[in-house]
C-alpha cells in the first residue's frame, strides 16, 4: 500500500452513501440508499482476497482497503461507490494510518 501522505496516489473517485431507509406504498421497510459526500479522492485497493467453504458452498470473499483524507463522519455503517469500478463496498472498519487524522484506510467488503 502507498505511504499514507502520498496524496498523489490518491487516483479514484469515490461517493460516500448512507443508508436512508424508506418505505413502500404498502409500509414496508425498503433500503434506500443516499449520497453523504460525493466525488471525493481515493485509492481502491485489494490487498487480498479468500475463499472459504460456509453452508456447503465456496464463499469467495474480496476485501478491499479505500483510502483517503480523513473525514470524521464516516461510519461502519455507510458504504463506498468506486466509480472506475462501477462497484459498492460496505465499510466494515475504519483506521487511522498514523493517529493524526490526516488520512485513513477503510477496510470494506464487496457488496453483491
Known amino acids: 500500500m502507498p505511504l499514507a501522505r502520498d496524496v498523489g496516489a490518491l487516483i479514484h473517485m469515490v ?5 436512508t431507509p424508506t418505505q413502500d406504498d404498502s409500509g414496508v421497510p425498503v433500503e434506500s ?10 485509492r481502491v485497493t485489494t490487498p487480498s482476497g479468500r475463499e472459504g467453504f460456509r453452508g456447503g458452498q465456496v464463499d469467495a470473499v474480496g476485501t478491499h482497503v479505500i483510502w483517503m483524507r480523513w473525514r470524521g463522519d464516516i461510519t461502519t455503517e455507510m458504504r463506498v461507490y468506486a466509480h472506475h ?3 459498492t463496498f460496505n465499510v466494515v472498519a475504519i483506521r487511522d494510518p ?7 484506510y477503510l477496510d ?3 457488496s453483491v
Do not use: H, P, Y
Open 15 to 19: 461517493d460516500i452513501q448512507k443508508n
Open 33 to 42: 440508499w443516499s449520497n453523504q459526500a460525493v466525488n471525493l479522492f481515493a
Open 85 to 87: 469500478l462501477e462497484r
Open 98 to 104: 498514523d493517529g493524526t487524522q490526516q488520512f485513513m
Open 108 to 110: 470494506c467488503k464487496e
